[in-house]
């Protein structure tokens, strides 16, 4: 009776500690966490390290805001209008500088899908020409996704498309604070760009960087040049790394979770392809040093599969 006392016991505290870990940690608003400073004048609210649900109303990846002595910038518009709307509720108790613009990290989902909200604040929405060109294509697929799983909290939502375009860079001064938005290159998915403060030795990365949950290979992605890219990135030198999920951390974690991750994949793929090995191998592949990252029981067979077709295309 003892032995099956404690065995309930370890059970029930370890389904507790994997709810605390999912659990809302704000509950008073839309947004999953508080937004914290991260160095003085940027702030992010850091989003749930699991895929989009209800509960976290979307919440699952990064969002970010600079405040200068003219205005604000926002990274990220939300995946809902009443999401956009707690971040700059947020924003409001914080300065009562006006959002001037809002940038995409991407085109996906729970980048943009709250840009009409900023819009009608006044906001100019930025993009890069590939993430708009994947709003154009995909835009009402994920606004119809984002609202299956949010339901209510998806009210108001409606699709909008970004004010202002770029290829590959662009500086914006906000008042007191130099901006660059950078797109290195093909990576995580289509459009994918970062913004690097140099004065503040910061990088909001967007999806280039990963650390705390595992990163997902979609089959846009392009993981050859990811590697490659993800070198271009490093050399921006930033301290602070704000990712696109996940707290803010360093070069050197992103780059151990991102592109050290990446290349052991590609390494096994590699051994596969050369003994002529089929896909259904790929999905064998021992991943089990990356379990600790969230959503690795989601993403790790799809990855290694990803990349396995990704490798064996580019092989002939």
Known sequence: MRYLALT??????SLNAFADADADKYPESELYSKPIEVVPGVWSAIGATQPPTYENAGHNNNLSFIISDDGVLVVNAGASYLLAKALHDEIKKITDQPVRYVVLENGQ???MLGSLYWQQQGAKIIAHDDAIAEIEKRGLIELEGMMGYNRDRGLETTLAM????FSET????????????????EAHSEGDISVYLPEKDLI????????????????????????????????????HVIPGHGEPTDMETVT??????LLYLQ?????????????????????SAYR?????DELAKKNAGRIYQEMELESF
């Open 8 to 13: 309930l016991f370890f059970v029930t505290f």
């Open 109 to 111: 989902g729970h980048a």
């Open 162 to 165: 970004p004010d202002v375009s």
């Open 170 to 185: 662009m500086e914006i001064q906000l008042g007191d604070i130099e901006i660059q938005l950078i797109h290195f290159g």
């Open 204 to 239: 909001i990365a967007g999806d280039m960087a990963f650390h705390q949950r595992m990163l997902p290979v979609f089959p846009e992605t392009k993981t050859l040049e990811w590697v490659e890219t993800f070198d271009l990135f490093v050399a921006t030198g930033a301290k």
């Open 256 to 261: 151990r979770e991102t592109k050290g991750y």
């Open 267 to 287: 390494g096994e793929v590699a051994k596969l392809l050369e003994e002529d090995e089929g896909l259904d191998a790929a999905y064998n592949i021992d991943q």
């Open 292 to 296: 600790y990252l969230d959503t690795f």
